[in-house]
């Protein structure tokens, strides 16, 4: 029988908590606040984007900027009241510009800390202080429980709740920081140093590119799997309960993965989430009945959960940590770089084929498995280089 979470558990799993409070709130709500606002859906398309397009380099520059300070828990802090600062801006002024900039800055600090964030935390499971699968599983929950709360606010109230409630969500976040515990990191800057000119080993990359591809793989759904469902008879209300449905069981398997990590490898456990994404979608592109598709929606487990929880630990079991925040945002500029470019090519796909689009989706994660298998052939440390 597992033990209550203990102090530090408890700690860092607030936090993942609030942090994934704060997404919940804002992916699903800002454009409905954006569009009460009189905002075109076009504006509203590129205001959203853009802090994925410009994370794809602030994000590692932050993780290279958390190694070398040498603390990930001061990194963490300032990150999040910065966020606070420029989402202040807000309560002044919401013409065009303003609304642009700040949430640019609020996107880009909140996707580049979620890699340090992870860093600091499998830093510490890798002392066997706490179980990442469970800290990070509260961050799942906290994901549900906004969009439901700030679901029924938005009924109750209307959009103009929104910055009241993403304001109070940051603050939250910014105080559950400085309760995060403070992780030891070793040689830092010389390490941040050594990771600038130490290139990813074949192998390494490969592992990483068919994590991202699993990721990207969900593309399809995430864009286009409400309006798909409501084109086959599914309502919105219906869909989203299959979203959830999802989530949930992806919470169920993040608190059960330290079980699972114990009898199998990183690599075997992808390769099992590139297998089971393929099924995933090639039988979804098959507008599968209510029954089939609430156990696809289960899978939801091992297409995503299964596949972050795999690819961090692969990350931090080669990583030391003086560059693993480093290490941790590239994985996730990458991740971002490859569902951006999946996105776009998405969408094209639905407009021509509909629900077999998926397909195409599917044909991803069989490359993830070669990709992945590939690297049991090749090299997983960098080079050593000479001093």
């Known amino acids: 029988m597992r033990l209550p979470m ?18 919940g709130v804002s992916v699903p709500y800002i454009a409905l606040w954006l569009d009460s606002r009189g905002a075109s859906a076009g504006w509203i398309g590129a205001v959203v984007a853009a ?44 013409d065009s510009l303003a609304i642009a900039l700040v949430w640019v800055i609020v996107g880009t600090l909140t996707l580049g800390t979620s890699p340090i964030t992870d860093a600091a935390s499998l830093s510490v499971a890798k002392r066997g202080e ?61 390490g941040a140093a050594q990771g600038l000119t130490q290139p990813p080993a074949p192998g390494f990359l490969a592992v990483l590119v068919g994590a991202a591809l699993i990721n990207a793989s969900h593309a399809t759904f995430y864009t286009f799997g409400l309006l798909h469902w409501k084109s086959v008879g599914i309502s919105t ?5 299959l979203f959830t449905v999802g989530v949930v069981f992806e919470i169920v398997l993040m608190w ?56 961090v630990n692969f990350i931090a079991r080669r990583t030391p940590d003086s560059r693993a ?14 569902m951006a470019m999946t996105t776009l090519l998405s969408g094209k796909l639905y407009e021509l084929f509909g629900g077999s689009a998926y397909l195409a989706m599917a044909g991803l994660c069989i490359l993830a498995m070669v990709l992945i298998a590939l690297s049991y052939r090749l090299r997983l440390e960098p080079a050593t280089i000479a001093t």
């Open 51 to 94: 802090p994925s397009l410009v994370s794809l380099v602030t994000t590692p520059l932050l993780g290279i900027w958390a190694d070398r300070l040498g603390s990930w828990r001061q990194s963490i802090i300032m990150c999040n009241w910065a966020t606070l600062l420029a989402l202040s801006w807000w309560w002044f002024s919401t």
């Open 130 to 190: 706490l179980d990442f699968g469970r800290v990070r599983g509260l961050g799942s929950f906290g994901y549900i429980l906004a969009v439901i709360a700030c679901g029924a606010l938005f009924d109750a109230q209307g959009p103009d709740v929104f910055l009241t409630v993403l304001s109070t969500c940051v603050l939250l976040r910014a105080l559950l920081a400085h309760r995060l515990p403070r992780v030891t990191q070793l040689s830092a800057a010389r």
């Open 256 to 311: 059960r993965f330290a079980a699972i990590a114990r009898r199998f490898s990183a690599r075997f456990c992808l390769l099992l989430a590139a297998a089971c994404s393929a099924f995933r979608w090639a039988v979804t592109a098959q507008d599968p009945a209510l029954p089939v598709l609430l156990i696809l929606q289960s899978l939801h487990a091992i297409s995503f959960g299964l596949t972050f929880l795999a690819v």
């Open 6 to 23: 203990n102090p530090i558990e408890l700690s860092i799993g607030a936090y993942y908590l609030a942090s994934f409070a704060v997404i």
């Open 237 to 241: 209300q219906l869909g989203s309960a």
């Open 325 to 338: 925040a480093g290490a941790q945002a590239m994985n996730a500029a990458l991740g971002t770089a490859v």
